[in-house]
């Protein structure tokens, strides 16, 4: 549209010049027709030394927060780039991919970071491509077109919430396995005391000490020393599930295995991706490590699981079983990872 109006102001300033032969508004005209050629071969010239690319392969960001990619404008050339238009396409797996215009630019033989937000609704791996960009010239009359095709990732992550998970007496320590080499306490034996940090059960609260004390003292148990809690991922079905049933199944498993941490000293995380496969997290970089590992998981490769008698099973629909029978159904309605006590 730009071009189109300065070629008939042109054409106007021309005609009106040669019509009442006033020199200022022909040579007006005239500067005005050399002005595109200019700006059409200034324009091709940018585009050869500009290369637009993501600082990093990886990101990351936690789920309704605002990811910060960053973006790096490189120019080589002599002459600065004012404006540079980039097409980027987010998507997550399974799902359309949403389209972001980011424009940037740089001096002269010198590079420009600058930082694109993108929405992050879901846990789960965002991938971003820039998929084409436009180098305008310094009038932003013409864009030349220029191949790009960098990627990167954005992994996002549920919020750190873990249930307050009760052993039920009837169960004891079933789907908890002993470590080798180590004695079993029984799911009432005290391994020791300390003070109350923030984020620990208010069950473990030993309530005579610190009504003498003052303070808040709770007790550790045997089993967190001496157990580790396994639980069995049924994945299937990952390649067709929509991004939101992903990311409930993704933050029921993050505070599931928060939770069981606090009654093991690890969570041994068993799911099928082609074969049989082990993740165990013994904090909470390791419960992420192990997200990410199934983020990056071929969605296809994921087939059924079986569970042992007695050991926990969480589906895809974020129902939680054991022996085929429900101990709790998670809706994105009602999850509430902080509040209530979740009996297994």
Known sequence: MKKILLVLFAAAAFYLGGAYRFTPLLVFAVAIIMLLPTM?????????????????PEYSAEKGSEAAISVICE??????????????????????????????GADANSEQTKELEINAPYCGL?????????????LNIFAAPKKCGA????????????????????????????????????????????????????????????????????????KQADFIAELYLD??????????????????LSALAAGLLKNAAAVRLFYKSGEDRLLTARSR????????????????????????????????????????????KFTAKDFDAVSGVLEI
């Open 40 to 56: 059409f071969i200034l324009s091709r010239a940018l585009e050869k030394k500009l290369s637009v690319r993501f600082e990093r």
């Open 126 to 138: 965002i991938e971003l491509k820039i998929e084409k960009l436009k180098v305008c010239d310094w």
């Open 285 to 328: 970089g390791d419960i992420r490590a192990a997200l990410f590992e199934l983020y990056k998981t071929d969605p296809k490769s994921f087939v059924a699981a079986e569970a042992p008698s007695g050991r926990l099973m969480l589906g895809l629909d974020c129902r939680l079983s054991r022996n085929g029978k429900t101990v709790k």
């Open 75 to 104: 120019n080589g050339g002599r002459l600065p780039v004012t404006r540079c238009r980039a097409d980027i396409s987010a998507a997550y797996p399974n799902s359309k991919p949403s389209k972001i215009k980011f424009q940037i």
């Open 151 to 222: 990627v990167c990732r954005a992994a996002i992550y549920p919020k750190e919430q873990e249930f307050d998970v009760s052993l039920a007496p009837s169960r004891g320590m079933s789907g908890f396995a002993e470590r080798p080499g180590l004695r079993g306490g029984s799911d009432t034996e005290i391994k020791s005391l300390r003070e109350y940090e923030h984020g620990d059960s208010a069950r473990l609260i030993h309530r005579n000490l610190s009504a003498r004390t003052g303070e808040l003292w709770v007790k550790e148990l045997e």
């Open 235 to 252: 994945m299937s079905g990952a390649d067709k599930a929509e991004p939101r049933t992903m990311s409930l199944f993704y933050e029921v």
